[in-house]
């Protein structure tokens, strides 16, 4: 009887296993991929691309996942197999990867010098398919050149793209002539190079053409006439003529009259008022100065050279550093300039970096100025006066990082013909003149270089400081 019974039992477990088995076999599954997709938003993928197997016919609301909405989602199949029926459901998750759109119409833009270009002209020329759209550039529709647009668009869930497109403000300044070299002399044998006896340069280009009809023999004596013209990368022309002449013998004229010493009682007198204070600037040309006696005298405050610059390297003034000292120990406020032969923007990185090594965090009361005045052999340092501003603002950029004021030196005609942006640079004035004519702000104002004052034995540059 046990037997029996154990034996019964054994064949109950067996059949119920057979028929456990022969349900799940028959009992309708799809199986979809282990782990939750991730679905990129607004793309079409089919139902049909999630089923990794089935054992029946599936049937599906329509033959795409909806895609529209980022987040959670869900899916119901329905699948059967004879008689039986049963829905699964695809557990999904949209996100939106996909940076924005931007359209650009035009990727080059002309327009005129001074034309107005305003945010409504440049969405104009950009779209975006969605989020918001950002735009920045350094367009100065006052000087002629390219400038880049930069296009950035972030959408709602962060994505971002970027584009340009470039600006062209069109070149209608013919060059500028600063030597004509009318009216020059050359020896008899000597070589002839008009390059040597004219300076130029042009807004734009570095190097516009010049081409010379005419010709010096200067194998004969007498005068010849030569016809020369520049044009510039954008066909500006600027023609003048002259004459050289070819003589026997060069004589120079030593008896040119000397300007009259201009005593600085007669400086105070003559230019000092409310809102102004008077100093005087120096390099070691002057020597040795006494501070106490030229401080006695009413200077009230010195600008001073710290060198001068060539190919990167700064030449150290050798009176610099006594005169810093002097300065200092007077209680004189002070400032200082370096004369520039820079070419380029790393040339002057280099420069302002030698410069505040040798300062050695030194406070000074008064800016740290550029002086750069190479025009007459312009041509030769093959930039253009925009590429001479760029100088300007690098050596601008940098001495605000260490936390000195920068300041322009130039005289009245290459502030307001060559320099781009001088109405928005500090600007120390060079014009020797009673009443200035120019036409924009200035801080400070160098009005002579053969002045006389006690402390200083060789004459000194007069400056006005403007306070108010």
């Given at each position: ?301 010195i600008m001073m050279r710290i060198g001068f610059s060539y190919d990167?390297?700064l030449n150290l003034d050798k009176s610099f550093r006594d005169n ?145």
């Amino acid at each position: 009887m046990g037997f029996n019974k154990k034996k019964s039992v054994i064949i109950s477990v067996l059949l119920l296993g057979v028929l456990l088995l022969t349900g799940f076999l028959m009992w309708p599954n799809v199986r979809f991929p282990e782990e939750k997709p991730v679905l990129e938003r607004g793309r079409e993928y089919m139902v049909e691309e999630f089923v990794m197997s089935h054992n029946g016919e599936y049937e599906t609301e329509g033959p795409y996942l909806d895609t529209r909405t980022v987040g959670e989602h869900e899916y119901v199949y329905t699948i059967r197999k004879g008689f039986l029926s049963r829905n699964q459901v695809l557990h999904y998750e949209v996100v939106d990867t996909t940076p924005p759109k931007i359209q650009i119409a035009s990727r080059k833009v002309e327009i005129d010098p001074n034309e107005t270009y305003t945010i409504e002209d440049k969405l104009e020329n950009v779209s975006v398919d969605e989020g918001v759209m950002m735009l920045e550039t350094d367009l100065n529709t006052s000087l002629s050149g390219t400038y880049t647009v930069k296009i950035e668009a972030v959408d709602e869930f962060g994505n971002r793209s970027s584009d340009s497109y470039e600006v062209i403000v069109k070149d209608l300044e013919a060059p500028i002539v600063f030597v004509t070299g009318d009216g020059c002399k050359i020896k008899k044998g000597d070589d002839f190079d008009i390059e040597k006896i004219i300076s130029y340069g042009d807004n734009a280009d570095p190097k516009p053409i010049l081409k010379v009809d005419g010709k010096v023999d200067t194998n004969k004596l007498g005068d010849y006439t030569l016809q020369a013209t520049l044009t510039d990368a954008s066909g500006n022309e600027t023609s003048w003529k002259l004459t050289v002449s070819v003589v026997n013998k060069i004589t120079y004229d030593d008896d040119e009259e000397e300007e009259e010493d201009y005593l600085f009682s007669d400086f105070l007198e003559d230019y000092i008022e409310e809102g102004r204070i008077a100093g005087i600037d120096v390099s070691e040309w002057q020597g040795d100065i006494d501070f106490k006696k030229l401080k006695d005298a009413g200077c009230e405050f010195i600008m001073m050279r710290i060198g001068f610059s060539y190919d990167g390297k700064l030449n150290l003034d050798k009176s610099f550093r006594d005169n810093l000292e002097g300065a200092v120990k007077a209680g004189m406020p002070a400032g200082i300039y370096y004369y520039s032969h820079d070419k380029n923007s790393d040339e002057v990185r280099w420069v302002v970096k030698q410069i505040f090594e040798e300062l050695d965090d030194i406070p000074l009361q008064l800016p740290i100025v550029f002086d750069w005045e190479n025009f007459s052999e312009f041509q030769e340092y093959e930039i253009s006066f925009q590429g001479l501003e760029q100088l300007y603002e690098t050596f601008e950029e940098e001495v605000l990082k260490h936390g000195y004021r920068p300041m322009l030196y130039g005289s009245k005609y290459y502030l307001e013909n060559v320099w781009r942006n001088a109405e928005n640079h500090p600007v120390w004035l060079a014009h020797y003149t009673r009443h200035s004519s120019y036409r924009w702000p200035y801080q400070l104002w160098q009005i002579c270089a053969w002045g006389v004052v006690d402390g200083v034995d060789e004459r000194v540059d007069f400056d006005v400081m403007i306070t108010e």
